[in-house]
């Protein structure tokens, strides 16, 4: 079974990237060469804002997955506080959160 990381990265213009990979200390270094994803490296430099390690890669890209249709406020509660930070929110929460 194969451990995996889903990551937060903040871009040089302040949006989110989210990422999953096995390996998070080579995934980083590649995206701060440019060479990760086309979106980081057209925004560079990035930094990591917020990692988690998962049990199994495809937990971790569930993970990702599920990140990715968040809000960019929503992305940033979840950074600033954890999953508590967040609970309750939704696509239609009049706040745009």
């Known amino acids: ?10 871009c040089a213009d302040n949006t989110f990237y989210v990422g999953s990979t096995n390996d998070i200390t080579t995934r980083l270094a590649a995206h701060q060469a440019g ?9 560079l430099p990035v930094s990591i804002e ?10 971790a ?10 809000s960019h406020a929503k992305r940033a509660a ?7 930070a967040v609970k309750g929110w939704s696509k239609k929460h009049p706040s745009g959160r």
């Open 1 to 10: 079974m194969t451990q995996g990381w889903t990551y937060i990265l903040r």
């Open 35 to 43: 060479e990760g994803a086309e979106y980081t490296s057209r925004r």
């Open 50 to 59: 917020w990692c988690g390690q998962f049990d199994r890669i495809e937990d």
């Open 61 to 70: 890209f569930a993970f990702e997955k599920r990140l990715q249709g968040w």
């Open 78 to 84: 979840f950074i600033a506080g954890g999953s508590d």
